[in-house]
């Protein structure tokens, strides 16, 4: 029944596809001693084959190798996919296609667009060497085995929150089972890039502790006061622990400088580091987790999909789940951790519950179990009640880290699809949160930023640290270095880049033909490009500001203000980096659920985003807020429902 060793080596995490996989017109292909010829049903061209599809943050080329009967093996020859994330797993995927001869095996748990990537990519070698394609879409049968099993504790969700919860109740005496959807550990935990703390012993030796209260009133005042501060208030003042704890359980962390993200205002609003960063990123990390749990005597199971909560005269009796041969697995159990991170991979909910265009998130296996199985148990639970994280905004395509992205991370004029100016820039562009916030509240969740020539003089003659310099002080002498969504933060090389002189133009022309930069020779063909009506005006009146040298329609300060003159460049501006849902199930501060009364029901629990408590209708403005609340509200479930045993 343990599933641990099996696939401990497939460490990835889940995220939506920036592209849905690659079709056959789309992958670039070649091969060695074949042609383009139609063959006859059931023989193939001998020869090997390469396809490039394109994964979630890169592409992926495989190399096929075929006789005239068969596929006899497959390779991944490049990955610039993100590292851990998603790499590996598929590597199951490809013994299961070369055992069975088929192409019609079902995607990796989790990874769903990455699998279909590469699936589609080994049809297109099988097309070019004039494969019958129906000879290898054959269905594998799957004959499950119904089991049983007893435990008294079962954990529903194996990313942090849910790592936390088994864990800690594991080292309280209870005896434990964690369940995860995916082959290997995933969630959203996997993908962070590390969690705050108030007091943890690296703080302390340090001297950069942080008051809980401002922590406090960060959550409480973005919440407009809507946030459960009795359950934040355990969180906080356990967090400095918390730290301490995952790093005696294996987790290697490290604390990170204020604006470590590259924005400009965490440098003034933080009183000092709140981030903990990943040092080996948090699959890492969270695979640590799992192997301390079985090294304690817990059970992990992966590619075992929770379907439902089973009750019993009002009372919790374990879960049922699909097991990876398509058996039932019953679990009984005195406790139930729901811990298994929002919705927001669930398409269908996400536009039914926050419109159109907001798309799926980056954990594909986040559908929202955990909400369905509180609510069946007659919770105070709702997808009413979440809230989406956008992690930032699109700034036309341009890539971030790039001089041209880092750029535009600074306040000229925006304007909404209408031309009218609608806040002080400088009020939100120095914040990711913030600007996703503001975005998304305008028409169609689009802006556009309205620089000249003078934003391109400057980054070509001083790098983009002559507009705003991010990066100062110990973020460049003494750089934190740690992994974020598989790709390492290092303040010293982004300090580097920051003060290189660039030419940003090549960068600009290639989005102008993509069509996300708009480039016009006065305000008046801008406006007529773009169709606003109010853009010629609104530019008029910024003008007239910045010749003044006062913002006394916005209050921007006047270092921001800078005339728009020459040829004008619009960038198409819109939320991007859809991490989540936060919210959903109501618990107390023991991480009880609650019936729509208030009152706990017996024997079950839930962790992590997933539930109500800690925001409003927006993320915090601060570095490690989810992760942290992640494995706090973890903690303190698996120690609420060990304790429950007794």
Known sequence: MNHFSKRAAAAFLVMALLTTGCSANEASTSSDSVSESTQSKGTLKAGTYTATGTGNNGTITVEVVLSETK?????????TETAGLGDKALESLIEEVVANQTIAVDTVTGATNSSSALLTAIETCLTEAGANIEDFKTEIAKVGIDEEIT???VVVGGGASGSAAALQAVQDGAKVTLVEMTASPAGQGTMAGGLFGTDSTQQQEQGKTVDGKWFYDQFVDTSNYTANGGLLSKVIQNSGRTVDWL???????????PSTGGYE?????????TIHGYVDGGTVAITTLHEQIVALGGEVLY????TDLMIENGEIKGIQAEKEDGGILTINADAVILATGGFAGNEELVTKYFGEGVGKGRVATNIGTGIEMAISAGAAASYEDAITMHYG??????????????????????VDVDGNRFMNEESFIFEPIKTSNVIKSLPQMTAYEIFDQTMIDIVKEKGAAGLTDVYTGELATNPTVFIEVGHEVNTADAAKKAHTPTDIMPDIEALIEAGSIITANSPEELAEKLGMAHLVDTIARYNELCETGEDTDHFKSSKYLDKLEGTLYAVKTTPSVFLGTLGGIDINDNAEVLDPNGKAIKGLYAAGSETNGAYGNSYVFFEGGTLGYAYGTGRIAGASAAASLK
């Open 393 to 414: 905004v699109n700034r036309g395509g341009s890539s971030w880290g790039s001089a041209l992205n880092s750029a535009l991370i600074n306040p000229f004029l925006f």
């Open 151 to 153: 435990t008294e504790i």
């Open 71 to 79: 596929i006899e093996s497959i390779k991944i020859l490049e990955s």
């Open 303 to 306: 590619s075992t999909k929770a």
């Open 265 to 273: 205002e965490h440098k003034y609003t933080h009183p000092n580091s």
């Open 247 to 257: 790093i005696e359980n294996g987790v290697n962390l490290i604390l990170a400088h």
